[in-house]
């Protein structure tokens, strides 16, 4: 009896562990090291050196050591496993920057705000682990049954060992030990010592291997009684990240060759859209060359040399030309298909213009109307662009109670 209970503790602990070790994983985007700065040296000192008001240096590809404020330099910064977001966020002076996040390919300097346990990061991990160590609300009721139940078992158990040895046959001593440990083995409350923990096990362990975390045993007791389901968009309905998915060209102009242009110029952009670009020139096995005489104009886009052409990427005002015509409106039905469009003009003339999106995910809609079948409506909330989050809609991927909102 006391192995079977053991076991369904160890079984429960195993659970916890499970769903906690992903969690923690996060911690481990830290970097050991940081390079604090202090006057013109630099040095590098263990994270749990670092403190409060330090000044760090970041470098290009490098993970944000602790949260902190940016004070000198500029760069873009993958903030994806917080927030989810695909898209790289722009930090520049003053920005707030979060520890276990990717630079980009600029170098900043930050001021350390929050270290140790106090980071972001840190305090999720804490939070998780106090939560599982709480109990499911019929785990705690089996428990308390087994409070008295057990005791109960423990008298009656008693009272037949003393009656067996008083009035049984003989041998009465055999006859009473015999009886006394059925009573205990038979009435004893094991399965409320296992049931629980098994299936508090199979449930996490199962979507722990799915890339579901639970919160706490209650929520996946509550989680039976769900009638509505609130899901993010980026990463949940969507595949979290962007792709080229359009390229379209002026008269004349070969999409392979525009391509082979935008993506050349785009492999040393710092733009957050620049990788999909490339790596979509790459998915095409599209050529990518050198440039010469690259710039960068903030909020505008980008320009340079390739094989001798004079490239301009970026909005219409970079491009320097007004958009009309059927490139005009090809443009506008790209936006409102979600697609961020950014024009490609080539020796000062409009060439064509690039599409970038978030794809939905192929097992989106399949999802989605398992969901409806089991009765849970699905509402999609998204910090993203009106646009994007109506093409997601239009896909019936969800269904909206109210179709004007």
Do not use: Y
């Amino acid at each position: 009896i006391v192995v079977l209970v053991l076991l369904g503790q160890v079984l429960e602990l195993r659970a916890r562990s499970r769903t906690s070790s992903a969690i923690r994983a996060l911690l481990h985007l830290t970097p050991p090291t940081a390079h604090r700065l202090s006057g013109d040296l630099e040095t590098d000192v263990r994270l749990e050196n670092v403190a409060v008001g330090d000044h760090l240096r970041v470098r290009p590809g490098e993970h944000v050591p602790v949260d902190g404020i940016v004070v000198d330099g500029s760069t873009s910064v993958d903030e994806s496993m917080v927030t989810g977001e695909p898209v790289p966020v722009e930090k520049a002076s003053g920005a707030k920057v979060t520890g276990g996040t990717v630079n980009g390919t600029g170098t900043f300097v930050m001021r350390a705000e929050r270290v140790g346990n106090d980071t972001l990061l840190a305090r999720i991990v804490r939070l998780v682990g106090e939560a599982q160590r709480s109990r499911a609300p019929i785990q705690r009721l089996a428990d308390s049954v087994a409070g008295w139940f057990v005791p109960a078992v423990v008298v009656v158990a008693a009272a037949t060992f003393a009656i067996w040895s008083t009035v049984g046959p003989e041998p009465r001593f055999a006859h009473a030990l015999v009886n006394a440990v059925a009573v205990l083995i038979i009435a004893c409350p094991c399965a409320l010592g296992l049931a629980t923990p098994m299936s508090i096990m199979v449930g996490t362990g199962r979507g722990a291997e799915l890339g579901v975390l639970l919160r706490d045993a209650e929520a996946l007791e509550v989680l039976e009684r769900v009638s509505t389901l609130v899901v993010d968009k980026t990463g949940t309905l969507t595949e979290g990240k962007p792709r080229l998915v359009t390229v379209a060209t002026a008269s004349g102009i070969d999409s392979d060759d525009l391509l082979h242009l935008a993506a050349s110029l785009e492999s040393v952009s710092e733009h957050p859209l620049a990788a999909a670009i490339v790596a979509g020139a790459r998915e095409r096995s599209v050529a990518i060359t050198r440039v010469d005489g690259f710039q960068s104009i903030t909020g505008k886009g980008v320009r340079g040399i390739v094989d001798g052409h004079r490239v301009s990427i970026g909005n219409l005002q970079h491009v320097g030309e007004d958009m009309g015509g059927s490139m005009g409106e090809r443009a506008e039905a790209l936006r409102k298909e979600g697609q961020t469009v950014v024009f490609v003009a080539v020796d000062d003339r409009v060439a064509g213009l690039l599409g970038i999106a978030d794809p939905i995910k192929p097992t989106t809609k399949d999802a989605i109307d398992a969901l409806h079948a089991d009765g849970v409506q699905v509402v999609m909330l998204t910090g993203g662009n009106r646009a994007t989050a109506d093409v997601v809609a239009r896909a019936r991927v969800v269904l909206a109670a109210d179709p004007d909102r």
